[in-house]
C-alpha cells in the first residue's frame, strides 16, 4: 500500500471519534431521506399495481333505479371499454360483543365471478355464492377491527329488512384502498365496513330485481373522460343518476390521492430539510477539520506533491467518512421505511407491499452528503493551497485581537482573564462562531421538527373534539328527514339535547372554476356542533348568503359578496345562485357553511335535515344504541369518545413511530454537531491551552476556556433554533395544505422543552468527552511539536 | 556591503547551480509591511556546504524557502540552472521541489500517522530516482528503527528521519532550516554528522541555516545574514568535523 494511503487510514482512525459523530450527522440525515422517499414510492408503486391488476375503474356513477337493459348504451358510448352495472346499498351491522351499530357499503359481486371492474383480492375464504344463506365477503380492516374470520356471522339490517350475513371471505378492493366514511377526517374500521354480495342475494336482499344502481367504467387509453361522463350523466337522468364523476372524486381515491400527496410533501421537506441541516454541518466539520491538517498540506507540498494528489487525498479521506456514515444510514432508512410502509398499510389496503430502496434514492443521498462534504474539503484545501507551502507550515499567525465591544459592559471588564479569552474568541472568529451556533441551532430545529407533527395532531384533535364537534353522538338519516325526526330524537331517553344539521352534496361553480364539496347547515342558535374561524372562535352563521372555507374560495377564485353557482347533486339536483357572504379560515375540511333554515329556503325544501347531533346522558348509551337500532331511517350513529380513540389508535399510532424515529435521528445530528464542535475547538486550541496549564492554570480553569465558549455558544443557538424550528413546522405546514386539513404549525412548550433538553444533554455529553481529554492533555508534547 | 562574487575557490567549478541578484521579500502583517530581504545577492555551487547565520529576524529562513521554492521573491531573480523560480507558478515550483530539493525542518515535521520507514517512502514514492527508504535510513544510522512511528523517536532520531527523507529522492540540493534547533548539543552533533555524511557521500549541495556560531565551522562557507542583507561572507580553508564543535 502506497505511504499515502497508509497516511489516510491512519489519520481516520486517529480521527475516528470525530469520524463516527460525522458520520452519525451524515447517517441521520441520510436515513431520513431514505425512509420518506422509499415509502412514498413503495406506497406508490403498490397502489399503481393494485389498481392495475385490479382493474380501479376510471367513471362512476350512481342512480336511484335502472332496468339492466340501460347498460347496453352505456357500453356503447365511445371511449368506454369496460362497463359493468351493480347494486350498492348501505346496511347497518350488529357485531355481536359491540355494542353499536356498524354502517356498511354493500355491493354486488356479478355472477360471473370476480367482474371485470373493481375486481375482488381475497385474503382468505372464497366468493360468495347464492343460497339459502346469505354470504358475504367483508373488508380486511373490518374484520380485523372486530376479530372476525370466515364462517363467522354477523347480523345485518338491509333496507329495513333483517338478515343474517355468513362470511365467506375476507378481501380488498382497488375501491376501498383508503376506506373512509364519505365525509369523515379519518377512518374508523370498527364503525365503517365495505361488504360484497353476490348478485342475486343483493338483487333479493335491496329489491332491485333485474336493475342496478350504480354504474362503474374503464375508458379506454387517451378517452376524453368528461366527454364520457356527460354522455353517462345524459343517460342516467332519467333513472335518477347523481352525476357521474371520475377517480379525482371518488371518496377512497381521493383520499388516498390527498393522503400521497401530503405524504410526499412530508416526503420531501422533512428529509430536506434533515439532509441539508447534515450537509451544512458536513460542510462546516469537514472544513474545518482539513483546516486543521494545513501543516501536513504544507509538507506534502514542499515535497512535490501536487495539488491535485493532495486534493484526492484528502477527498478520500473525506469520501471515507461519507460511506461510513451513509452506508448504515441506508441500510438503517430502509429497514425502518419498509417498517413504516407496513404501517401505512393500516390506512392503505394494497394485497401486497412493493417495497425497495432504489437507486434513485440512494445516489440522490449518497450525491447530496457527498457533495457537501467534498464542497467543505475543497474549500479548505483550496485555503491551504492558495498560501505558499513556507507560510503555511508556520502556525497560524496570532490573531489580531483586541477589547472587545462586549468589555465595555461593566459585568464584563470585571472579568478574569479565561473568559475574557472567551469572549475576545469569539468576537475575533465572528464567523466560526456565527458557523458553530448556526449548527446547534439547526439541530435543535430538526429536533422541534421531529415532533411537529405529534403536536399538529394533537391540536387538531383538541379543536376538532373540543371546540367544534362537541356532541357525544352523531345521527345521520338514510335520506332527508323532516324536522319531525328531531322531535323523535329528543324523546329517546337519555338524551339531553338535540341540534339538527343538514348536509347536501353539492358543486360550487364560479366562472370557468368549479368544485365539488358540500354545504353543511346547523341551526342559528347551535352550541353542540360549531364552526370555528382559525382563531378557534365560533364562527356566527349569516341570515343569508354561504360562508367559503378559504381554501375553497382561492380555488373558486371568489371574493365575498360575489355569487356562486351552486348545483346540488342530490334529490331534486337543482341550480341556484347563493351569495358568498364571508370567507373562514379552517384548519379542517372545506365546505360551505349556511343556516340551516336559509339553506332550506334557498332548496325549496320545507324543513328537511340530514341528521342530528346529540348530547346524552353516559349510563343510558347503551339504551339509546338499541332503540336507534331499530330505526330504519337511522343509517348510522357514532360516538365521540370512540371516533378520538379509533383515530389515536390507529393514526396517531403512526405519527407516534414517524416521530420518534425522526426524533431520534434528530438526536443523533444534534449529538454529532455539538461534539464535533468541541472537539475541533479542542484541536485548534490545544496548544493555547497546555501553555495556559505550564503557566500553572488548573485543568479546571483551562477546561472553562473551552467549554465556556461552548456553553455560550450552545445558550445563543438554543432560541434560535427554537425558532427556526418553528420556521421550519410553517414550511412544512404549507406544503401539507389539502382539501381536508389546513395544518397550522402548532409547536407544543413540552417540544420546545425537549428540543432544548436533547442539545443541552449533548451539550454535558461532549463536555464530558472534552474535559478527560483536556485532562489528559501531554503539555510537553503539545508545546514541543507543532498543531 | 557588496556580496556578488563570493566565489568559493577552484574546490566547486565556476559555474553556480543557484544565482541569485537582487532578491527581496516583503511580507505585509496587517497594516505594516516587513522587509525580510532587503537585496540578496549570491551564488551556491554544486556540491559545497555553505552555512547561512543570523539572528532570529535576519531573513535566514525566508532566503532559504525561496531557495527551495518554498515561498516567491517580491523582486529579483533566483535561478536554478536555467530555472528562474521568482515569478514561477505553484505547479513549476511543486515540479522543481520534487524533483531537485530536499528539506529539513527544525521541527522535524514528519507526519505523525506514518512509521519512519513511511514517512522516507511518502517522497521515494514520487521520485524519479530514488534510494530506497532503507538505504537513507541506513545512512542516518536509524536502520534499526524503521518500524518506529515518530511518537515513538526522541528529537535527534526524529530530525535523522527528516533528513533521510531528505536525501532519500537524492536530491541535487539539500536545505536545512535549524536542523539542531529543537535538540541538544549531543544530538544536534549526531545530526549535523548524518548531514555532513550525505553532503560527502552524495556530493548534495547543502544549506544549512542556523543562529548557532558553532555550526559554521563545519560548512565549506559562512553566509551571514543580519536585517535581511549579507552582510558578510568568509570561506572556511577547512571544513571541521562536526565531533569537534560544541556549544
Same mark, same amino acid.
Given at each position: 500500500?502506497?505511504?499515502?494511503?497508509?497516511?489516510?487510514?491512519?489519520?481516520?482512525?486517529?480521527?475516528?471519534?470525530?469520524?463516527?459523530?460525522?458520520?452519525?450527522?451524515?447517517?441521520?440525515?441520510?436515513?431520513?431521506?431514505?425512509?420518506?422517499?422509499?415509502?412514498?414510492?413503495? $406506497?406508490?408503486?403498490?397502489?399503481?399495481?393494485?389498481?392495475?391488476?385490479?382493474?380501479?375503474?376510471?367513471?362512476?356513477?350512481?342512480?336511484?333505479?335502472?332496468?339492466?337493459?340501460?347498460?347496453?348504451?352505456?357500453?356503447?358510448?365511445?371511449?368506454?371499454?369496460?362497463?359493468?352495472?351493480?347494486?350498492?346499498?348501505?346496511?347497518?351491522?350488529?357485531?355481536?360483543?359491540?355494542?353499536?351499530?356498524?354502517?356498511?357499503?354493500?355491493?354486488?359481486?356479478?355472477?360471473?365471478?370476480?367482474?371485470?371492474?373493481?375486481?375482488?383480492?381475497?385474503?382468505?375464504?372464497?366468493?360468495?355464492?347464492?343460497?339459502?344463506?346469505?354470504?358475504?365477503?367483508?373488508?380486511?380492516?373490518?374484520?380485523?377491527?372486530?376479530?372476525?374470520?370466515?364462517?363467522?356471522?354477523?347480523?345485518?339490517?338491509?333496507?329495513?329488512?333483517?338478515?343474517?350475513?355468513?362470511?365467506?371471505?375476507?378481501?380488498?378492493?382497488?375501491?376501498? +384502498?383508503?376506506?373512509?366514511?364519505?365525509?369523515?377526517?379519518?377512518?374508523?374500521?370498527?364503525?365503517?365496513?365495505?361488504?360484497?354480495?353476490?348478485?342475486?342475494?343483493?338483487?333479493?336482499?335491496?329489491?332491485?330485481?333485474?336493475?342496478?344502481?350504480?354504474?362503474?367504467?374503464?375508458?379506454?387509453?387517451?378517452?376524453?373522460?368528461?366527454?364520457?361522463?356527460?354522455?353517462?350523466?345524459?343517460?342516467?337522468?332519467?333513472?335518477?343518476?347523481?352525476?357521474?364523476?371520475?377517480?379525482?372524486?371518488?371518496?377512497?381515491?381521493?383520499?388516498?390521492?390527498?393522503?400521497?400527496?401530503?405524504?410526499?410533501?412530508?416526503?420531501?421537506?422533512?428529509?430536506?430539510?434533515?439532509?441539508?441541516?447534515?450537509?451544512?454541518?458536513?460542510?462546516?466539520?469537514?472544513?474545518?477539520?482539513?483546516?486543521?491538517?494545513?501543516?501536513?498540506?504544507?509538507?506534502?507540498?514542499?515535497? &512535490?506533491?501536487?495539488?491535485?494528489?493532495? &486534493?484526492?487525498?484528502?477527498?478520500?479521506?473525506?469520501?471515507?467518512?461519507?460511506?461510513?456514515?451513509?452506508?448504515?444510514?441506508?441500510?438503517?432508512?430502509?429497514?425502518?421505511?419498509?417498517?413504516?410502509?407496513?404501517?401505512?398499510?393500516?390506512?392503505?389496503?394494497?394485497?401486497?407491499?412493493?417495497?425497495?430502496?432504489?437507486?434513485?434514492?440512494?445516489?440522490?443521498?449518497?450525491?447530496?452528503?457527498?457533495?457537501?462534504?467534498?464542497?467543505?474539503?475543497?474549500?479548505?484545501?483550496?485555503?491551504?493551497?492558495?498560501?505558499?507551502?513556507?507560510?503555511?507550515?508556520?502556525?497560524?499567525?496570532?490573531?489580531?485581537?483586541?477589547?472587545?465591544?462586549?468589555?465595555?459592559?461593566?459585568?464584563?471588564?470585571?472579568?478574569?482573564?479565561?473568559?475574557?479569552?472567551?469572549?475576545?474568541?469569539?468576537?475575533?472568529?465572528?464567523?466560526?462562531?456565527?458557523?458553530?451556533?448556526?449548527?446547534?441551532?439547526?439541530?435543535? /430545529?430538526?429536533?422541534?421538527?421531529?415532533?411537529?407533527?405529534?403536536?399538529?395532531?394533537?391540536?387538531?384533535?383538541?379543536?376538532?373534539?373540543?371546540?367544534?364537534?362537541?356532541?357525544?353522538?352523531?345521527?345521520?338519516?338514510?335520506?332527508?328527514?323532516?324536522?319531525?325526526?328531531?322531535?323523535?330524537?329528543?324523546?329517546?331517553?337519555?338524551?339531553?339535547?338535540?341540534?339538527?344539521?343538514?348536509?347536501?352534496?353539492?358543486?360550487?361553480?364560479?366562472?370557468?372554476?368549479?368544485?365539488?364539496?358540500?354545504?353543511? /347547515?346547523?341551526?342559528?342558535?347551535?352550541?353542540?356542533?360549531?364552526?370555528?374561524?382559525?382563531?378557534?372562535?365560533?364562527?356566527? $352563521?349569516?341570515?343569508?348568503? $354561504?360562508?367559503?372555507?378559504?381554501?375553497?374560495?382561492?380555488?373558486?377564485?371568489?371574493?365575498?359578496?360575489?355569487?356562486?353557482?351552486?348545483?346540488?347533486?342530490?334529490?331534486?339536483?337543482?341550480?341556484?345562485?347563493?351569495?358568498?357572504?364571508?370567507?373562514?379560515?379552517?384548519?379542517?375540511?372545506?365546505?360551505?357553511?349556511?343556516?340551516?333554515?336559509?339553506?332550506?329556503? +334557498?332548496?325549496?325544501?320545507?324543513?328537511?335535515?340530514?341528521?342530528?347531533?346529540?348530547?346524552?346522558?353516559?349510563?343510558?348509551?347503551?339504551?339509546?344504541?338499541?332503540?336507534?337500532?331499530?330505526?330504519?331511517?337511522?343509517?348510522?350513529?357514532?360516538?365521540?369518545?370512540?371516533?378520538?380513540?379509533?383515530?389515536?389508535?390507529?393514526?396517531?399510532?403512526?405519527?407516534?413511530?414517524?416521530?420518534?424515529?425522526?426524533?431520534?435521528?434528530?438526536?443523533?445530528?444534534?449529538?454529532?454537531?455539538?461534539?464535533?464542535?468541541?472537539?475541533?475547538?479542542?484541536?485548534?486550541?490545544?496548544?493555547?491551552?497546555?501553555?495556559?496549564?505550564?503557566?500553572?492554570?488548573?485543568?479546571?480553569?483551562?477546561?472553562?476556556?473551552?467549554?465556556?465558549?461552548?456553553? $455560550?455558544?450552545?445558550?445563543?443557538?438554543?432560541?434560535?433554533?427554537?425558532?427556526?424550528? #418553528?420556521?421550519?413546522?410553517?414550511?412544512?405546514? #404549507?406544503?401539507?395544505?389539502?382539501?381536508?386539513?389546513?395544518?397550522?404549525?402548532?409547536?407544543?412548550?413540552?417540544?420546545?422543552?425537549?428540543?432544548?433538553?436533547?442539545?443541552?444533554?449533548?451539550?454535558?455529553?461532549?463536555?464530558?468527552?472534552? &474535559?478527560?481529554?483536556?485532562?489528559?492533555?501531554?503539555?510537553?508534547?503539545?508545546?514541543?511539536?507543532?498543531? | 556591503?557588496?556580496?556578488?562574487?563570493?566565489?568559493?575557490?577552484?574546490?566547486?567549478?565556476?559555474? =553556480?547551480?543557484?544565482?541569485?541578484?537582487?532578491?527581496?521579500?516583503?511580507?505585509?502583517?496587517?497594516?505594516?509591511?516587513?522587509?525580510?530581504?532587503?537585496?540578496?545577492?549570491?551564488?551556491?555551487?554544486?556540491?559545497?556546504?555553505?552555512?547561512?547565520?543570523?539572528?532570529?529576524?535576519?531573513?535566514?529562513?525566508?532566503?532559504?524557502?525561496?531557495?527551495?521554492?518554498?515561498?516567491?521573491?517580491?523582486?529579483?531573480?533566483?535561478?536554478?540552472?536555467?530555472?528562474?523560480?521568482?515569478?514561477?507558478?505553484?505547479?513549476?515550483?511543486?515540479?522543481?521541489?520534487?524533483?531537485?530539493?530536499?528539506?529539513?525542518?527544525?521541527?522535524?515535521?514528519?507526519? =505523525?500517522?506514518?512509521?519512519?520507514?513511511?514517512?522516507?517512502?511518502?517522497?521515494?514514492?514520487?521520485?524519479?530516482?530514488?534510494?530506497?527508504?532503507?538505504?537513507?535510513?541506513?545512512?542516518?544510522?536509524?536502520? %534499526?528503527? %524503521?518500524?518506529?512511528?515518530?511518537?515513538?523517536?526522541?528529537?535527534?532520531?526524529?530530525?535523522?528521519? %527528516?533528513?533521510?527523507?531528505?536525501?532519500?529522492?537524492? =536530491?541535487?540540493?539539500?536545505?536545512?532550516?535549524? =536542523?539542531?534547533?529543537?535538540?541538544?548539543?549531543?544530538?544536534?552533533?549526531?545530526?549535523?554528522?548524518?548531514?555532513?555524511?550525505?553532503?560527502?557521500?552524495?556530493?548534495?549541495?547543502?544549506?544549512?541555516?542556523?543562529?548557532?556560531? %558553532?555550526?559554521?565551522?563545519?560548512?565549506?562557507?559562512?553566509?551571514?545574514?543580519?536585517?535581511?542583507?549579507?552582510?558578510?561572507?568568509?570561506?572556511?580553508?577547512?571544513?571541521?568535523?562536526?565531533?569537534?564543535?560544541?556549544?
Amino acid at each position: 500500500m502506497r505511504a499515502l494511503n497508509r497516511k489516510l487510514l491512519r489519520d481516520l482512525w486517529n480521527l475516528r471519534a470525530q469520524a463516527i459523530a460525522i458520520a452519525l450527522v451524515i447517517a441521520g440525515g441520510v436515513a431520513t431521506w431514505v425512509i420518506s422517499l422509499s415509502t412514498i414510492e413503495s $406506497l406508490q408503486t403498490s397502489q399503481r399495481m393494485f389498481y392495475q391488476n385490479y382493474r380501479f375503474a376510471d367513471v362512476f356513477a350512481s342512480l336511484e333505479r335502472a332496468p339492466r337493459s340501460t347498460m347496453a348504451p352505456i357500453e356503447q358510448i365511445p371511449g368506454v371499454r369496460a362497463a359493468e352495472g351493480r347494486i350498492r346499498t348501505s346496511a347497518t351491522l350488529t357485531v355481536s360483543g359491540f355494542d353499536e351499530p356498524v354502517e356498511a357499503l354493500v355491493t354486488s359481486v356479478p355472477e360471473s365471478g370476480r367482474g371485470e371492474l373493481n375486481r375482488l383480492y381475497l385474503n382468505a375464504g372464497r366468493l360468495p355464492q347464492p343460497g339459502s344463506d346469505v354470504q358475504v365477503v367483508i373488508s380486511e380492516a373490518f374484520a380485523e377491527a372486530h376479530d372476525l374470520a370466515t364462517g363467522d356471522t354477523v347480523a345485518g339490517i338491509i333496507r329495513g329488512r333483517a338478515t343474517r350475513l355468513v362470511i365467506t371471505g375476507i378481501g380488498l378492493s382497488p375501491e376501498f +384502498v383508503y376506506q373512509i366514511r364519505p365525509g369523515s377526517l379519518f377512518p374508523d374500521h370498527t364503525r365503517y365496513a365495505a361488504i360484497w354480495m353476490h348478485r342475486q342475494s343483493l338483487e333479493q336482499a335491496a329489491g332491485m330485481e333485474g336493475a342496478f344502481n350504480d354504474v362503474v367504467l374503464q375508458l379506454e387509453r387517451g378517452a376524453n373522460g368528461a366527454a364520457v361522463i356527460e354522455r353517462l350523466d345524459s343517460i342516467l337522468e332519467r333513472y335518477g343518476g347523481t352525476g357521474a364523476f371520475g377517480r379525482d372524486d371518488h371518496t377512497s381515491h381521493s383520499y388516498l390521492s390527498e393522503e400521497m400527496e401530503q405524504l410526499e410533501a412530508m416526503a420531501w421537506i422533512v428529509p430536506l430539510i434533515f439532509l441539508g441541516v447534515a450537509a451544512f454541518l458536513l460542510n462546516i466539520v469537514v472544513h474545518r477539520m482539513v483546516r486543521m491538517q494545513r501543516d501536513q498540506i504544507a509538507i506534502l507540498k514542499a515535497f &512535490g506533491y501536487r495539488n491535485g494528489a493532495i &486534493g484526492l487525498h484528502f477527498t478520500g479521506l473525506v469520501l471515507l467518512i461519507v460511506l461510513l456514515g451513509a452506508l448504515p444510514g441506508i441500510a438503517l432508512g430502509g429497514w425502518l421505511g419498509h417498517g413504516l410502509a407496513s404501517i401505512y398499510r393500516e390506512f392503505f389496503r394494497f394485497p401486497e407491499l412493493y417495497f425497495h430502496v432504489g437507486p434513485a434514492v440512494i445516489a440522490s443521498a449518497a450525491g447530496v452528503t457527498t457533495a457537501a462534504a467534498l464542497a467543505g474539503t475543497w474549500r479548505a484545501l483550496w485555503q491551504a493551497f492558495r498560501l505558499m507551502p513556507a507560510e503555511a507550515m508556520r502556525p497560524e499567525q496570532p490573531g489580531r485581537f483586541h477589547r472587545s465591544l462586549a468589555e465595555r459592559l461593566p459585568l464584563v471588564r470585571r472579568m478574569d482573564q479565561p473568559s475574557r479569552m472567551i469572549v475576545r474568541n469569539l468576537e475575533r472568529q465572528p464567523v466560526k462562531a456565527v458557523l458553530a451556533i448556526t449548527g446547534i441551532a439547526l439541530a435543535a /430545529a430538526i429536533l422541534v421538527t421531529g415532533r411537529f407533527q405529534q403536536d399538529t395532531i394533537d391540536f387538531m384533535l383538541d379543536v376538532q373534539f373540543g371546540f367544534a364537534a362537541r356532541e357525544d353522538l352523531t345521527v345521520t338519516f338514510t335520506e332527508p328527514t323532516g324536522r319531525r325526526a328531531l322531535h323523535e330524537l329528543q324523546s329517546l331517553s337519555g338524551v339531553i339535547r338535540s341540534e339538527p344539521y343538514r348536509a347536501v352534496a353539492v358543486e360550487l361553480v364560479h366562472g370557468h372554476r368549479s368544485h365539488k364539496s358540500a354545504i353543511q /347547515a346547523f341551526a342559528a342558535d347551535a352550541m353542540l356542533h360549531r364552526t370555528l374561524d382559525a382563531d378557534l372562535d365560533p364562527i356566527s $352563521l349569516p341570515a343569508s348568503g $354561504l360562508l367559503l372555507t378559504d381554501w375553497l374560495a382561492n380555488r373558486l377564485n371568489v371574493k365575498p359578496g360575489q355569487r356562486l353557482e351552486v348545483r346540488v347533486l342530490e334529490g331534486n339536483r337543482r341550480t341556484t345562485e347563493i351569495q358568498v357572504a364571508g370567507i373562514v379560515r379552517e384548519f379542517v375540511g372545506a365546505s360551505g357553511y349556511m343556516r340551516l333554515d336559509t339553506l332550506n329556503r +334557498v332548496l325549496f325544501e320545507a324543513d328537511s335535515i340530514s341528521g342530528a347531533f346529540l348530547m346524552t346522558e353516559t349510563d343510558q348509551r347503551r339504551i339509546l344504541f338499541e332503540q336507534l337500532k331499530t330505526r330504519p331511517r337511522v343509517a348510522t350513529s357514532s360516538l365521540r369518545e370512540n371516533a378520538i380513540a379509533s383515530f389515536t389508535r390507529t393514526m396517531g399510532e403512526n405519527i407516534r413511530i414517524f416521530s420518534l424515529i425522526n426524533t431520534l435521528l434528530a438526536g443523533v445530528v444534534a449529538f454529532g454537531v455539538i461534539y464535533n464542535t468541541a472537539r475541533l475547538a479542542l484541536s485548534e486550541r490545544a496548544r493555547e491551552l497546555a501553555s495556559l496549564r505550564v503557566l500553572g492554570f488548573r485543568k479546571g480553569e483551562i477546561a472553562w476556556v473551552l467549554l465556556g465558549e461552548l456553553v $455560550l455558544l450552545t445558550l445563543v443557538a438554543i432560541p434560535l433554533g427554537l425558532w427556526i424550528g #418553528h420556521g421550519f413546522c410553517n414550511l412544512i405546514g #404549507h406544503a401539507m395544505a389539502s382539501e381536508f386539513y389546513r395544518v397550522p404549525a402548532i409547536v407544543h412548550g413540552d417540544s420546545y422543552a425537549f428540543a432544548t433538553l436533547v442539545v443541552v444533554v449533548a451539550m454535558l455529553i461532549s463536555m464530558l468527552a472534552i &474535559g478527560r481529554r483536556i485532562a489528559r492533555l501531554d503539555l510537553v508534547e503539545v508545546l514541543k511539536t507543532r498543531e | 556591503m557588496n556580496s556578488t562574487n563570493h566565489d568559493p575557490g577552484a574546490a566547486f567549478g565556476n559555474d =553556480p547551480i543557484f544565482r541569485m541578484r537582487g532578491v527581496t521579500r516583503e511580507y505585509r502583517v496587517g497594516d505594516n509591511v516587513i522587509h525580510a530581504l532587503r537585496g540578496i545577492d549570491l551564488d551556491l555551487h554544486s556540491g559545497e556546504l555553505v552555512v547561512f547565520l543570523g539572528a532570529s529576524g535576519s531573513g535566514k529562513s525566508t532566503l532559504l524557502n525561496i531557495l527551495g521554492g518554498l515561498d516567491s521573491a517580491t523582486s529579483g531573480s533566483v535561478r536554478y540552472h536555467d530555472l528562474e523560480l521568482c515569478g514561477a507558478g505553484d505547479a513549476a515550483l511543486t515540479d522543481f521541489r520534487r524533483r531537485h530539493v530536499g528539506f529539513v525542518f527544525q521541527f522535524y515535521n514528519l507526519i =505523525p500517522s506514518l512509521t519512519a520507514r513511511e514517512n522516507v517512502a511518502i517522497v521515494t514514492e514520487i521520485a524519479t530516482n530514488p534510494m530506497p527508504p532503507e538505504q537513507a535510513l541506513a545512512m542516518v544510522d536509524l536502520g %534499526a528503527r %524503521a518500524d518506529h512511528f515518530p511518537a515513538q523517536l526522541s528529537g535527534g532520531e526524529q530530525q535523522r528521519v %527528516a533528513i533521510a527523507r531528505a536525501i532519500a529522492k537524492q =536530491p541535487a540540493v539539500l536545505l536545512c532550516d535549524e =536542523p539542531t534547533g529543537a535538540l541538544d548539543s549531543l544530538t544536534g552533533i549526531k545530526v549535523l554528522k548524518a548531514l555532513e555524511h550525505v553532503n560527502e557521500k552524495l556530493g548534495t549541495t547543502t544549506a544549512i541555516i542556523t543562529h548557532n556560531e %558553532a555550526i559554521a565551522a563545519m560548512g565549506d562557507r559562512v553566509v551571514r545574514l543580519s536585517d535581511g542583507r549579507i552582510s558578510d561572507v568568509s570561506d572556511n580553508a577547512k571544513r571541521a568535523n562536526p565531533e569537534t564543535l560544541s556549544w
